[in-house]
């Protein structure tokens, strides 16, 4: 199998593709300026809005599946800059999706839990998103896209954390550093995900590629955490001070965008598609701690150059 991965400079790209290359799959991917090297991948820098760069990159490796990661997620930027998070989320989506159909590749679909309002939790694929900021309205309108462009495309909407070292900032890594760094910080009890290991993701991912799963999925861990739960498990599996980590409430915060409370997300589709069972959230920061005692991140870091 030949797969192409956008964004592979991120956190769930890079991970992909180092887990793809270990299972012996020819990985070729782009990222956007910030240089990423995995070793038995082909990488390159090429923007997301070089469509002529782009479909000659795709000619070139002539991919069996595209998976495309790449995206603006950053809230307060989607909100500032609409016309470019569209050009990103949707724009580009919509046009890779094309490019994999002409291809005779097979589309996957990064979206995120957030296409809900987060006003009731526990949402699954049949129900329908109400987003209510300028990003997940781009990625709730990239889903509609890609399910119209081509019915078998995959599209997983996911939450997760891992070890990306030196790349963009995810909660998981940030509480393990900024409680080693002896910060104080504060943490909201509202807000809820279905946070799950993005090594764990990658893994499933895999599985509904290669099992050929077509349409929507959720991925998240089997229950629910607050933001502030999920830290202080961490804290505590990680052996860390966990009286540094405050409770607050995203709903007491303004921010320029809206935000969902609740947008967990029921997996039991995905869990019976490959017959496995989610993880708990505990169990995600138990990998999460061996992965690094394995060495794993000292590798993520090499691979961006740290």
């Avoid at 499933?204 to 998240?220: A, K, M, P």
């Amino acid at each position: 199998m030949k797969a192409f991965i956008t964004g592979v400079s991120g956190l769930l790209g890079m991970t992909l593709a180092d887990t793809l290359v270990e299972q012996g799959v020819d990985v070729s991917g782009t990222y956007h300026r910030n240089r990423i090297r995995i070793e038995g991948a082909s990488l390159s820098e090429l923007d997301l809005t070089d469509t002529e760069g782009l479909r000659r990159e795709i000619a070139r490796i002539g991919p069996d599946v595209i998976l495309h990661t790449a995206a603006l997620t950053d809230l307060r930027e989607c909100e500032l800059h609409p016309t470019l998070a569209r050009q990103i989320n949707l724009e580009s989506t919509s046009f890779l999706c094309r490019e994999a159909m002409g291809a005779g590749a097979r589309f996957v679909f990064f979206s995120t839990d957030s296409v809900f309002n987060g006003k009731r939790g526990n949402y699954n694929e049949t129900e329908s998103p109400c987003p209510l900021n300028v990003y997940s309205s781009t990625k709730a309108m990239a889903e509609s896209e890609v399910a119209g462009i081509d019915s078998r495309s995959l599209i997983i909407r996911s939450n997760f954390f891992g070890w990306g070292s030196g790349g963009k900032t995810n909660f998981g890594e940030w509480v393990v550093d900024s409680l080693r760094a002896g910060k104080d910080f504060t943490c909201f009890n509202d807000a809820m995900n279905s946070s799950i290991l993005v090594n764990k993701l990658a893994e499933i991912t895999i599985g509904l590629v290669r099992d050929r799963s077509e349409g929507i999925y959720h991925v998240g861990s089997s229950d629910f955490a607050s933001r502030c739960k999920l830290a202080f498990c961490i804290a505590e599996t990680f052996g860390l001070d966990a009286s540094r980590i405050s409770r607050g409430k995203m709903s007491d915060h303004e921010f320029l965008e809206s935000r969902p409370l609740d947008i967990t997300l029921d997996s039991r589709k995905a869990s019976a598609k490959l017959n496995i069972t989610m993880p708990s959230t505990q169990q995600c920061i138990a990998r999460f701690k061996e992965l690094e005692e394995m060495g794993y991140r000292d590798k993520v870091a090499r691979m961006r150059g740290k």
